[in-house]
């Protein structure tokens, strides 16, 4: 299975899994009377809604290389990505102007048996994040860690509100209110986590340096080719699942322009071998 494939089948997991677990916060939090649970599941309905802009962004990035498009298409995942953010955020305003409301109009506490349900949708959406995260580690993809972080962000809004309906429960009247003010702390952590899922995706747009050890990487299979002295130059930028190079190596400045140029497509051959996930290499040749 290819990244490209293995990272849409893994945006479907995260579409299903956010509808059923939708479905069961909203039923939860109307019967048991909690906004917390509602407002997780306003999330998780926002979760689907970006989960479906991350698969047809996916989409649209393996999409080959094109007279239009020389380097592919990828460049539409950091887009994908801003757009998954301005989900959280709107998400994050809806559920704190919510809690604001709430928290300022008496009401009922919420219902213990919905602890149960917050135990379940902790321990679920923690394993999502580890599942998905890691998928998004495999297959380079920037658009698959925020929707990781999606289900993060589920998990910590869905602590919030377990430990706001404890304390409500615990302290008894007078403290109703306590998963609203969980819900308004978990607004704002899915603000922090938003500028958290942004700032990467801001890096690859602008071709940020973040590359390090891909480029110790390919310095060090450059030495191993034949003909190749040693290396000068090395940028590395990212679209979708590729990172591009621009590399000088340096060759014995006597031989013909013919073995050099021979020498660099044995480089750029071996390069793109070794390190699949590489996009388009250019080698320049320096003298020794």
Not at 4 to 30: D, F, P, Q, R, Y
Not at 72 to 80: A, C, M, N, T
Not at 167 to 188: C, P, R, T, V, Y
Not at 221 to 241: H, M, N, Q
Request: aromatic share 8%.
């Amino acid at each position: 299975m290819t990244q490209e494939e293995s990272a849409i089948k893994t945006t479907v997991w995260s579409i299903l899994a956010n509808a059923i677990l939708a479905c069961i916060k909203g039923a939860a939090g109307i019967l048991g009377n909690s906004y917390a649970l509602i407002a997780d599941a306003i999330e998780s309905t926002t979760d689907i809604l970006s989960s479906v802009i991350v698969l047809m962004g996916l989409r649209y990035a393996r999409k080959p290389a094109d007279e239009n498009h020389p380097y592919g298409h990828g460049k539409i995942e950091p887009l994908v990505t801003f757009l998954v953010v301005g989900f959280l955020i709107t998400s994050a305003v809806i559920i704190a102007i919510k809690s604001i409301v709430n928290i300022r109009t008496p009401h009922e506490s919420p219902a213990g048996w919905t602890l149960y349900i917050l135990g379940g949708i902790i321990l679920w959406k923690e394993a999502s994040f580890r599942y998905v995260i890691k998928k998004s580690k495999e297959t380079n993809s920037s658009a698959l860690k925020a929707d990781a972080w999606h289900h993060r962000s589920d998990a910590i809004t869905s602590v919030a509100a377990f430990i706001g309906i404890s304390f409500a429960l615990i302290m008894g009247d007078g403290n109703e209110s306590a998963d609203d003010w969980a819900a308004l702390f978990a607004a704002g952590f899915i603000l922090y986590n938003s500028y958290l899922i942004f700032r990467p995706a801001l890096g690859e747009i602008m071709d940020e340096h973040l590359y390090d050890d891909l480029i110790d990487e390919i310095r060090e299979i450059s030495l191993g080719v034949p003909g190749i002295i040693d290396t000068e130059k090395c940028y590395v930028r990212k679209a979708g699942f590729k990172y591009h190079v621009d590399l000088h190596a340096i060759v014995d400045g006597k031989i013909s322009v013919n073995e050099g140029h021979t020498i660099s497509h044995k480089l750029k051959d071996t390069l793109k071998l070794k390190i699949p996930n590489l996009g388009q290499v250019l080698i320049h040749i320096e003298p020794d």
